[in-house]
């Protein structure tokens, strides 16, 4: 290592280091704060969702209901679905990613830490630009799918849409810098020993997402950018007064959309995956055939997007190709909720709340996938499509999938995370109302789909007969919100007076429950040597059966003898992302405000400068 | 043992971390009676789903596309549903009967089974293989040409009402909002839009279809039953979204004739002074009536309310953006009036063609349908209003 004769000039000195502080935060590197502020900013935007959504579900409890009016109503809508998509169960997975992947590889971080943290604050920052459109009534209105022509200039003149872009513009570079970030980490980082068929389900689901957003949000980068283009510089990609085809928007987007909703699934598999062995006390059945059967889930998802357009009218061979594609990835995901089955049976099951909610998840995940085939018929599909029916396939698949498996997560390595347990009476009351409040809630709506109800009405009339079930299910969305209120008073509680929750509380498979709660900031003193999957429990038997024969003592887990990786240097904290983060919002956000040179935002130039800088004191910054 | 900095691991107790019991055991005895009512209680609510009968039900169609795509849904929901009995009981019996025994060991560690693996690989390939056959098979049919004697229905939807022609017919008929359309006859649509993505959809008919600028999609069916059928578009178009309806309305194939007769001839009232005793200008007096709207107050058939109406509508605003045939008033923007007194709704389906209505809707059209295009017209009075009405109303 070279030594500095000479202090370098001040700013491009790294940050003091500090544990606590706001600078402290504002400039980490660690993964596992960054995972931290992940989680918590998801969870705000799910409440603010949530609430979105008990609005829609107020104006739609009774007919001819004048509470919301309509151009409000589809703004919430749209956020409503926006929020949790792009702010809520993506950014919560990501926090998932960050925190406990490099523990379960056995990694001191992830492979490019600086850029871990220009992730993190680009999803803030993206995520408050979208959010502050409400604060001037521009928020987006188009629905979150955003079908052009509505989206033009010419149907949408405000700001509305403007912020709807930028917004996911920001918000798509914060995810492929975090995709290529946590696929090297897996690739490159693992534990001396962990070959790839013996990581983790909950990391192989990682670095399967992560490549699905590697290749899809790309070309929803485009199709933003597309119209973008076409609202402020006159360009007509899609603009069919001028000869271009409706449809291009809907197939770049489903092209991106469809991969888009296995990227939300996809870590809720790997994190039951990860639950169900251990409450289980068996390991997971069939694990060959679930990694396979996810590479194939991610590969075919690339091959079904126009089953979102049935109804489009691309004709009879179209149709007939995606609805064979659409019923052919229901088979690996049909082998995974066997294998799950498989897990349990024969398993010696301890029902704590993380396996309730896991459970919970395989028990809705069978009603939202049996409804989603139902969807890949298309002569089906032309009577359930933009109906009510959608809206209960979408929610048991994002609600009762991916949702209730984060709250597994949560609930599972809220330990690891805080070193404390959740009250597990509460958190047990906290699964049976969100059951029972979800089911409340979306059951109805398959009734209302073929009681010929369409989605994104702002209103409906008396005398068809709705009104019923639709006040069945607003009432069921309170049910869910109490549910997630006594989640958040179980938080609150088991910071300040749960009990003190040791390394391993659930006598944990995987390498995350080898060292204490939470992890110090090296997370391992010694990197271990990885032998076998499910190397923390092959390992604490071996050590029983030591025990029991009388044996002497012996590690836990081996450790790898080489010098260089039991070198313990982590990367310091950084201003440089923080500062490229706002960089890149003022490039996008420079698209609602009014100040131009020529057709381009001043805004827009001055954060190409402000990222200009950023990136090079980033690669200029010393190491230490 | 020694503990070793950072490598230290603690067994978890077979009863939770706290080493006791997680809830008292009279608790968790009431909790359990609790629980096990919860699937009798939701089994009552999915079966009470059964009589449930809303206005547009998808699962009583009155078109033979309808009854074929019920068919195929029939097949799909019987296998769906032993699919989640069976699946589902898997489940619930796997964590009821393995659940945890105090004191109980190790269970045996298995990794796998490959033979059940292939098996519950390959049964849901031939269940799917049994929705796909009869699914592509419809699909072909559904695909195949209308035949010759179908009726021909070009539907251009706008933000946010629906606009009908029938360009078979000489002189073409051109209406709005409301589609008559004959028994056992199959008609094939023509959707376009006007300007914004749009779905056209009659959910007792069966399919639906979206409507795009640029482009032109089909749609056929064949009612099997007369009536008044609910439709509504189902892709977000934009504020008036919600408010966009339609009514779809299957005659008899002698109710249809006389309706497009009477369709195809100006309104007494239109252009001059109404004579019930006026002979028609061509072709025999229909026999019978298409549906009737609701019976209104006798006074707007006062002759010179009707009159007066006339004056505002035809030498007014409303002539820049309707059409009403026999008149000056030739404007494409809004929908085509001619015959709107006959029609059982107005607003794209969403007021009853009353005169109450009407003067509702002309005087501030953004209370009653929030995004309409139409302009208010405060400058009208109460009079002039009720003139309007009564024109309008005499327009049959």
Same mark, same amino acid.
């Given at each position: 290592?070279?030594?500095?004769?000479?202090?370098?000039?001040?700013?491009?000195?790294?940050?003091?280091?500090?544990?606590?502080?706001?600078?402290?935060?504002?400039?980490?590197?660690?993964?596992?704060?960054?995972?931290?502020?992940?989680?918590?900013?998801?969870?705000?935007?799910?409440?603010?969702?949530?609430?979105?959504?008990?609005?829609?579900?107020?104006?739609?409890?009774?007919?001819?209901?004048?509470?919301?009016?309509?151009?409000?109503?589809?703004?919430?809508?749209?956020?409503?679905?926006?929020?949790?998509?792009?702010?809520?169960?993506?950014?919560?997975?990501?926090?998932?990613? !960050?925190?406990?992947?490099?523990?379960?590889?056995?990694?001191?971080?992830?492979?490019?830490?600086?850029?871990?943290?220009?992730?993190?604050?680009?999803?803030?920052?993206?995520?408050?630009?979208?959010?502050?459109?409400?604060?001037?009534?521009?928020?987006?209105?188009?629905?979150?799918?955003?079908?052009?022509?509505?989206?033009?200039?010419?149907?949408?003149?405000?700001?509305?849409?403007?912020?709807?872009?930028?917004?996911?513009?920001?918000?798509?570079?914060?995810?492929?810098?975090?995709?290529?970030?946590?696929?090297?980490?897996?690739?490159?980082?693992?534990?001396?020993?962990?070959?790839?068929?013996?990581?983790?389900?909950?990391?192989?689901?990682?670095?399967?997402?992560?490549?699905?957003?590697?290749?899809?949000?790309?070309?929803?980068?485009?199709?933003?950018?597309?119209?973008?283009?076409?609202?402020?510089?006159?360009?007509?990609?899609?603009?069919?007064?001028?000869?271009?085809?409706?449809?291009?928007?809907?197939?770049?987007?489903?092209?991106?959309?469809?991969?888009?909703?296995?990227?939300?699934?996809?870590?809720?598999?790997?994190?039951?995956?990860?639950?169900?062995?251990?409450?289980?006390?068996?390991?997971?059945?069939?694990?060959?055939?679930?990694?396979?059967?996810?590479?194939?889930?991610?590969?075919?998802?690339?091959?079904?997007?126009?089953?979102?357009?049935?109804?489009?009218?691309?004709?009879?061979?179209?149709?007939?190709?995606?609805?064979?594609?659409?019923?052919?990835?229901?088979?690996?995901?049909?082998?995974?909720?066997?294998?799950?089955?498989?897990?349990?049976?024969?398993?010696?099951?301890?029902?704590?709340?993380?396996?309730?909610?896991?459970?919970?998840?395989?028990?809705?995940?069978?009603?939202?996938?049996?409804?989603?085939?139902?969807?890949?018929?298309?002569?089906?599909?032309?009577?359930?499509?933009?109906?009510?029916?959608?809206?209960?396939?979408?929610?048991?698949?994002?609600?009762?999938?991916?949702?209730?498996?984060?709250?597994?997560?949560?609930?599972?390595?809220?330990?690891?995370?805080?070193?404390?347990?959740?009250?597990?009476?509460?958190?047990?009351?906290?699964?049976?109302?969100?059951?029972?409040?979800? !089911?409340?809630?979306?059951?109805?709506?398959?009734?209302?789909?073929?009681?010929?109800?369409?989605?994104?009405?702002?209103?409906?009339?008396?005398?068809?007969?709705?009104?019923?079930?639709?006040?069945?299910?607003?009432?069921?969305?309170?049910?869910?919100?109490?549910?997630?209120?006594?989640?958040?008073?179980?938080?609150?509680?088991?910071?300040?007076?749960?009990?003190?929750?040791?390394?391993?509380?659930?006598?944990?498979?995987?390498?995350?429950?080898?060292?204490?709660?939470?992890?110090?900031?090296?997370?391992?003193?010694?990197?271990?040597?990885?032998?076998?999957?499910?190397?923390?429990?092959?390992?604490?038997?071996?050590?029983?059966?030591?025990?029991?024969?009388?044996?002497?003592?012996?590690?836990?887990?081996?450790?790898?003898?080489?010098?260089?990786?039991?070198?313990?240097?982590?990367?310091?904290?950084?201003?440089?992302?923080?500062?490229?983060?706002?960089?890149?919002?003022?490039?996008?956000?420079?698209?609602?405000?009014?100040?131009?040179?020529?057709?381009?935002?001043?805004?827009?130039?001055?954060?190409?400068?402000?990222?200009?800088?950023?990136?090079?004191?980033?690669?200029?910054?010393?190491?230490? | 043992?020694?503990?070793?900095?950072?490598?230290?691991?603690?067994?978890?107790?077979?009863?939770?971390?706290?080493?006791?019991?997680?809830?008292?055991?009279?608790?968790?005895?009431?909790?359990?009676?609790?629980?096990?009512?919860?699937?009798?209680?939701?089994?009552?609510?999915?079966?009470?789903?059964?009589?449930?009968?809303?206005?547009?039900?998808?699962?009583?169609?009155?078109?033979?596309?309808?009854?074929?795509?019920?068919?195929?849904?029939?097949?799909?929901?019987?296998?769906?549903?032993?699919?989640?009995?069976?699946? *589902?009981?898997?489940?619930?019996?796997?964590?009821?009967?393995?659940?945890?025994?105090?004191?109980?060991?190790?269970?045996?560690?298995?990794?796998?089974?490959?033979?059940?693996?292939?098996?519950?690989?390959?049964?849901?390939?031939?269940?799917?293989?049994?929705?796909?056959?009869?699914?592509?098979?419809?699909?072909?049919?559904?695909?195949?040409?209308?035949?010759?004697?179908?009726?021909?229905?070009?539907?251009?939807?706008?933000?946010?009402?629906?606009?009908?022609?029938?360009?078979?017919?000489?002189?073409?008929?051109?209406?709005?909002?409301?589609?008559?359309?004959?028994?056992?006859?199959?008609?094939?649509?023509?959707?376009?839009?006007?300007?914004?993505?749009?779905?056209?959809?009659?959910?007792?008919?069966?399919?639906?279809?979206?409507?795009?600028?640029?482009?032109?999609?089909?749609?056929?069916?064949?009612?099997?039953?007369?009536?008044?059928?609910?439709?509504?578009?189902?892709?977000?178009?934009? *504020?008036?979204?919600?408010?966009?309806?339609?009514?779809?309305?299957?005659?008899?194939?002698?109710?249809?004739?006389?309706?497009?007769?009477?369709?195809?001839?100006?309104?007494?009232?239109?252009?001059?002074?109404?004579?019930?005793?006026?002979?028609?200008?061509?072709?025999?007096?229909?026999?019978?009536?298409?549906?009737?709207?609701?019976?209104?107050?006798?006074?707007?058939?006062?002759?010179?309310?009707?009159?007066?109406?006339?004056?505002?509508?035809?030498?007014?605003?409303?002539?820049?953006?309707?059409?009403?045939?026999?008149?000056?008033?030739?404007?494409?923007?809004?929908?085509?009036?001619?015959?709107?007194?006959?029609?059982?709704?107005?607003?794209?389906?969403?007021?009853?063609?009353?005169?109450?209505?009407?003067?509702?809707?002309?005087?501030?059209?953004?209370?009653?349908?929030?995004?309409?295009?139409?302009?208010?017209?405060?400058?009208?009075?109460?009079?002039?209003?009720?003139?309007?009405?009564?024109?309008?109303?005499?327009?049959?």
């Amino acid at each position: 290592m070279a030594t500095i004769t000479q202090a370098p000039p001040r700013v491009i000195r790294r940050p003091v280091e500090a544990p606590s502080g706001i600078w402290s935060w504002l400039t980490t590197v660690d993964h596992k704060r960054i995972g931290i502020l992940y989680g918590a900013f998801a969870f705000f935007y799910f409440c603010l969702g949530g609430f979105d959504a008990l609005v829609v579900r107020l104006q739609m409890g009774k007919a001819d209901n004048l509470l919301v009016d309509p151009n409000r109503y589809n703004g919430f809508v749209t956020m409503h679905a926006t929020t949790m998509i792009f702010m809520a169960l993506m950014p919560m997975s990501v926090a998932f990613f !960050n925190y406990i992947v490099p523990l379960q590889i056995g990694a001191r971080d992830v492979a490019f830490p600086r850029l871990n943290a220009f992730s993190l604050w680009t999803f803030i920052l993206g995520s408050a630009i979208m959010t502050s459109s409400w604060l001037i009534g521009a928020e987006p209105d188009a629905g979150w799918y955003g079908y052009s022509p509505l989206t033009s200039k010419e149907y949408s003149p405000g700001l509305n849409t403007d912020f709807w872009i930028i917004g996911l513009q920001i918000l798509g570079v914060a995810t492929l810098a975090g995709a290529i970030n946590f696929f090297v980490t897996i690739i490159n980082m693992r534990a001396p020993g962990m070959s790839l068929m013996r990581l983790p389900m909950f990391c192989w689901t990682t670095i399967i997402t992560n490549v699905l957003m590697l290749l899809a949000f790309p070309v929803f980068t485009i199709a933003l950018t597309e119209l973008l283009f076409d609202r402020h510089f006159g360009t007509t990609f899609l603009d069919a007064t001028k000869g271009a085809d409706p449809l291009l928007w809907q197939h770049l987007f489903w092209i991106f959309g469809h991969p888009e909703v296995y990227i939300l699934i996809l870590p809720a598999f790997g994190v039951i995956s990860e639950i169900l062995p251990v409450f289980a006390r068996k390991p997971l059945f069939g694990y060959a055939a679930m990694v396979l059967a996810t590479v194939a889930i991610a590969f075919l998802a690339f091959g079904v997007w126009a089953h979102h357009m049935f109804t489009t009218g691309l004709g009879p061979v179209a149709n007939t190709f995606f609805s064979l594609s659409t019923m052919l990835i229901a088979v690996p995901t049909g082998v995974k909720i066997f294998n799950w089955i498989g897990t349990l049976y024969g398993g010696s099951l301890d029902l704590k709340s993380p396996a309730l909610f896991a459970i919970g998840f395989v028990a809705m995940f069978i009603i939202g996938g049996l409804s989603g085939v139902m969807h890949g018929s298309p002569p089906v599909d032309s009577l359930q499509a933009d109906s009510y029916f959608i809206v209960a396939h979408i929610h048991y698949v994002l609600f009762g999938g991916t949702m209730l498996a984060l709250f597994a997560a949560l609930h599972y390595w809220f330990p690891k995370f805080t070193g404390r347990m959740l009250n597990e009476r509460l958190a047990q009351a906290t699964f049976w109302l969100m059951m029972i409040g979800f !089911n409340v809630t979306f059951f109805p709506m398959h009734f209302l789909g073929i009681a010929g109800m369409p989605r994104r009405m702002s209103i409906y009339p008396t005398g068809t007969g709705w009104d019923f079930w639709n006040l069945v299910a607003t009432t069921g969305a309170f049910l869910l919100a109490a549910s997630v209120w006594l989640f958040v008073m179980n938080v609150f509680y088991a910071l300040r007076r749960g009990p003190i929750a040791g390394n391993d509380p659930w006598d944990g498979a995987t390498l995350e429950w080898a060292i204490p709660s939470p992890p110090p900031v090296y997370n391992f003193a010694k990197v271990p040597y990885v032998t076998s999957r499910d190397a923390l429990w092959v390992e604490k038997r071996a050590d029983e059966a030591a025990a029991k024969l009388g044996l002497p003592a012996r590690e836990p887990l081996p450790i790898s003898p080489d010098p260089y990786i039991q070198r313990i240097h982590m990367p310091r904290n950084s201003y440089w992302p923080l500062a490229a983060s706002i960089g890149v919002s003022m490039i996008f956000g420079g698209f609602v405000t009014p100040f131009k040179f020529g057709p381009i935002p001043v805004l827009s130039l001055l954060g190409i400068a402000v990222l200009a800088i950023s990136i090079y004191f980033w690669s200029y910054e010393p190491v230490d | 043992m020694p503990a070793k900095e950072g490598t230290e691991t603690t067994r978890s107790h077979p009863r939770g971390a706290r080493g006791h019991e997680w809830a008292p055991v009279a608790w968790r005895s009431w909790a359990r009676r609790v629980m096990s009512l919860l699937p009798l209680l939701a089994l009552a609510v999915i079966l009470s789903a059964c009589t449930f009968k809303g206005e547009a039900m998808t699962i009583d169609p009155k078109s033979l596309e309808g009854k074929d795509i019920h068919s195929l849904y029939a097949l799909v929901f019987w296998l769906a549903t032993a699919v989640f009995i069976i699946v *589902e009981f898997m489940l619930f019996y796997s964590v009821v009967r393995f659940r945890r025994r105090p004191g109980a060991g190790l269970p045996a560690q298995i990794h796998g089974n490959n033979r059940v693996e292939a098996v519950w690989t390959i049964v849901p390939i031939v269940l799917l293989l049994i929705v796909a056959v009869p699914t592509i098979r419809l699909i072909i049919r559904e695909a195949s040409p209308a035949p010759a004697n179908a009726t021909h229905i070009k539907i251009i939807g706008h933000q946010f009402w629906w606009e009908v022609q029938y360009p078979d017919t000489k002189p073409e008929i051109v209406t709005a909002n409301e589609i008559h359309i004959p028994v056992n006859q199959t008609v094939e649509f023509e959707l376009t839009s006007a300007d914004v993505q749009h779905a056209f959809w009659v959910p007792a008919m069966g399919s639906k279809m979206d409507v795009y600028p640029n482009r032109l999609n089909r749609l056929k069916f064949t009612p099997t039953e007369p009536g008044d059928y609910f439709g509504q578009c189902s892709e977000l178009c934009g *504020e008036g979204h919600g408010f966009m309806k339609m009514r779809v309305i299957v005659q008899s194939s002698g109710d249809f004739q006389a309706w497009m007769m009477q369709q195809q001839q100006v309104p007494l009232t239109a252009a001059g002074p109404a004579t019930p005793t006026a002979a028609r200008p061509s072709g025999p007096t229909p026999t019978l009536v298409p549906p009737t709207p609701k019976p209104h107050d006798p006074k707007y058939d006062d002759p010179a309310l009707i009159a007066k109406g006339r004056t505002l509508v035809v030498n007014g605003a409303c002539a820049g953006c309707h059409t009403i045939d026999g008149t000056n008033a030739k404007g494409k923007v809004g929908p085509n009036l001619t015959h709107v007194g006959d029609r059982t709704t107005i607003v794209a389906g969403w007021l009853d063609n009353t005169p109450d209505d009407i003067m509702k809707w002309v005087h501030n059209p953004q209370d009653v349908k929030p995004g309409a295009l139409m302009p208010a017209f405060p400058n009208f009075s109460q009079d002039d209003l009720t003139a309007i009405a009564a024109y309008l109303t005499s327009l049959r």
